[in-house]
């Protein structure tokens, strides 16, 4: 007798880890004078670079993919990051269903990668069965190793630190507790502060303010993952003003975009943090920068000397 299998899946993920791509477009006329709008130039052509905000729901870091195998129904999570994230599946609610591994499970998957989560089948093979599916997803590897780094400042010159360690407006969550708000100008450029690969960027909302529930979670920013499997994110950029691609390996002092306002803020400002995923939760770890301004001690940071 056939089994008939019911599935309905739901995507939820992390609101920090989902990006937007703003469209980067070119508009240019041809020698009769007709309007072309392309994202790549022919040769010899000059043109207006535009910057088309995104409008829709980004897109999730992790895309859950099932497939029939004919030896169960295999449940693939496909990492749309240039570095390796962490899922978790669970069952939103199932009849009939046997889960191997049991749900929840957690997997990692390198980056641009898929991994195979679970595999699932009926648990009465003369039933129909039904599930739905939520998967969750975090970026970084959960095994990452910090080593002791001394970081360069991310913007060049001097920059006053309004925000430090510990900061109470909005440095109080494990995700942030060890990040510096440096002060500047909206269009100031942002330096990699240390050589990796830009494994997630984000350059389409164009918003900012302080309300917390609306705008929370919707920063443009860079990613970058180090050789010791941290990242350091670089955040609250202008609208379209990321200068690097998805996958970039990108060195020391190397522009990664242009400062602003975007999300959760009160104003024009760098937000940077070097993290690590643990247990399934992004965690901020303490550093040392050089020629920090000593403002980041009043604010609880402790510049290298």
């Not at 993920?13 to 009769?32: F, H, I, N, S, T």
Request: with cysteine; proline share 8%.
């Amino acid at each position: 007798m056939a089994v008939r299998a019911v599935l309905v899946v739901a995507l939820w993920l992390l609101a920090c880890c989902m990006p937007v791509q703003a469209g980067q477009v070119y508009r240019w006329k041809d020698a009769e004078g007709v309007t072309h709008y392309g994202d790549q130039l022919p040769p010899g052509t000059s043109a207006e670079r535009l910057v088309i905000p995104a409008t829709e729901d980004p897109p999730p870091v992790a895309a859950l993919r099932v497939e029939d195998t004919g030896r169960g129904l295999f449940v693939w999570a496909d990492n749309r990051l240039a570095g390796p994230i962490e899922v978790m599946l669970h069952f939103e609610h199932h009849d009939n269903v046997h889960s191997d591994p049991a749900l929840p499970a957690r997997a990692t998957v390198a980056a641009s990668a898929s991994g195979l989560v679970a595999v699932l089948s009926a648990a009465d093979p003369g039933r129909p069965f039904k599930f739905q599916l939520r998967i969750d997803s975090l970026p970084g590897h959960p095994s990452a190793s910090p080593r002791d780094v001394q970081y360069r400042m991310p913007v060049a010159g001097d920059a006053r630190v309004e925000q430090g360690f510990g900061g109470g407006f909005s440095h109080q969550d494990p995700e942030n507790r060890y990040a510096v708000d440096f002060a500047v100008p909206s269009g100031t450029t942002v330096l990699a502060a240390r050589a990796g690969v830009v494994m997630q960027a984000e350059a389409g909302f164009e918003h900012g303010g302080l309300d917390r529930a609306a705008l929370a979670g919707r920063a443009n920013f860079v990613r970058v993952l180090h050789d010791d499997g941290t990242m350091a994110l670089y955040a609250h950029l202008q609208p379209g003003g990321v200068l690097v691609r998805v996958g970039q390996h990108v060195e020391v002092g190397q522009p990664l975009g242009l400062s602003g306002a975007t999300g959760f803020a009160s104003g024009p400002h760098l937000h940077f943090a070097v993290q690590v995923n643990r247990g399934m939760r992004l965690v901020s770890l303490p550093f040392r920068m050089e020629h920090l301004p000593d403002a980041g001690e009043a604010t609880g940071f402790a510049p290298n000397r």
